[in-house]
């Protein structure tokens, strides 16, 4: 559904939670947070006001925007209530949309895998085990494994297997191999 509808669990999404709270914060709708001077001195802002200007339309880049996340999560892990309640509602979406694929493909109550794919779920192993324990939650009969290859690589999984190329595990640890230079 793109960025813009849901993309729930994904680093846009998870930025975006955490300038809300720092907002509400703010206004005194919620409590305080954390959040609020860490993205203040990442975004190298005087305070919530600057921080709010500097979010309007044409302001932020939706990719510099989702480049918060990390922040979000990083104030999570080391504690702070809010953060962390963004991190568990982000990663529980993800669960759940691997749960309504596995019902969409009839697959509920089966043995199946569950892998995972984008910048946070790759490279935050916080935000990482938050997701596996939330499927182990919703599917306990799914295993979440990591990615053996980068998405672009799967790209090309699937054009050898739509060309009718035999992809063999031979394939599969060369394709593996060079995946750091492709990626």
Do not use: C, H
């Amino acid at each position: 559904w793109e960025w813009l509808f849901d993309n729930q669990g994904g680093a846009y999404r998870v930025a975006l939670a955490g300038l809300e709270a720092a907002v509400r914060e703010y206004d005194g709708r919620d409590e305080p947070t954390a959040l609020t001077p860490a993205l203040v001195a990442v975004l190298g802002v005087a305070g919530t006001e600057e921080l709010v200007a500097r979010l309007r339309p044409n302001q932020m880049a939706k990719a510099e925007l989702a480049g918060l996340a990390p922040v979000v999560l990083g104030v999570a892990e080391r504690g702070d209530a809010v953060a962390d309640g963004i991190a568990r509602w982000q990663a529980g979406e993800l669960a759940v949309m691997a749960a309504a694929v596995s019902r969409r493909l009839g697959l509920v109550g089966e043995s199946q895998a569950v892998t995972f794919a984008g910048s946070l779920l790759l490279r935050n192993e916080y935000y990482r085990g938050l997701f596996i324990g939330a499927v182990r939650l919703r599917m306990p009969e799914a295993q979440v494994v990591a990615p053996r290859l980068s998405p672009v690589l799967g790209a090309v999984v699937l054009a050898l297997e739509l060309a009718r190329v035999p992809v063999t595990e031979t394939v599969l640890e060369r394709l593996g191999k060079t995946g750091s230079s492709v990626v």
